[in-house]
């Protein structure tokens, strides 16, 4: 990443980071957020742990991923996000790094598929693309548009297909 200033470093999140995590979320998606269908494929569910990762500088938390496990008519895959980078620090390639980080790590853990509700122009840097708007549905009302996905291995979107749902037993 030439050119970007980065100070910062990611580590895999701690349990005794998730209060700075949930604060750093709040600040960045607001109280709307518990209203959205990704959400709701959250409660009550735990982030894969493995796969929770913060970017820290000078002892400060500048950005948080997290990956969730779900099932796409039965197949087990993972969710992304939140991505939050505190507003002050985008543009310095924080968000882009705390994703390939998930990424790789998901893949050699023998993940096969990562779907996430989002910007295209901006998740397709790490490689998201749009899937094909009557491949997958979610729980809830959604931007069809905004709804993207990336393999984790070549044909791994092939039977990514049917309703979304929250917690599919994935492993570590």
């Given amino acids: 990443?030439?050119?970007?200033?980065q100070t910062w470093k990611i580590r895999p999140e701690r349990t005794e980071d998730a209060e700075a995590?949930?604060?750093?979320?709040?600040?960045?998606?607001?109280?709307?957020?518990?209203?959205k269908s990704a959400y709701r494929l959250r409660e009550g569910v735990e982030p894969v742990a493995a796969l929770s990762?913060?970017?820290?500088?000078?002892?400060?938390?500048r950005g948080s991923v997290r990956f969730w496990p779900i099932g796409v008519g039965g197949t087990p895959a993972l969710l992304l996000g939140p991505l939050a980078v505190e507003s002050d620090?985008?543009?310095?390639?924080?968000?882009?790094?705390l994703?390939?980080?998930?990424?790789?790590?998901?893949?050699?853990?023998?993940?096969?598929?990562?779907?996430l509700v989002g910007d295209e122009p901006y998740y397709s840097r790490v490689g998201f693309a749009?899937?094909?708007?009557?491949s997958v549905t979610f729980p809830g009302p959604v931007d069809r548009s905004?709804?993207?996905?990336?393999a984790l291995f070549d044909g791994a979107l092939d039977s990514i297909k049917g309703e979304i749902v929250r917690a599919y037993p994935a492993a570590a």
Avoid: C, W
């Avoid at 990762?53 to 938390?61: P, Q, T, W």
């Avoid at 620090?89 to 790094?97: F, L």
């Fill in 1 to 5: 990443m030439s050119g970007i200033d």
């Fill in 21 to 35: 995590v949930e604060a750093l979320v709040a600040k960045v998606f607001g109280p709307g957020r518990f209203a």
């Fill in 53 to 61: 990762y913060i970017a820290v500088e000078n002892g400060a938390l």
């Fill in 89 to 97: 620090q985008r543009g310095r390639g924080i968000g882009i790094a």
């Fill in 99 to 115: 994703m390939q980080e998930g990424i790789e790590e998901a893949r050699s853990r023998g993940h096969t598929a990562i779907i």
């Fill in 130 to 134: 749009a899937l094909p708007e009557e």
């Fill in 146 to 150: 905004r709804i993207l996905a990336l």
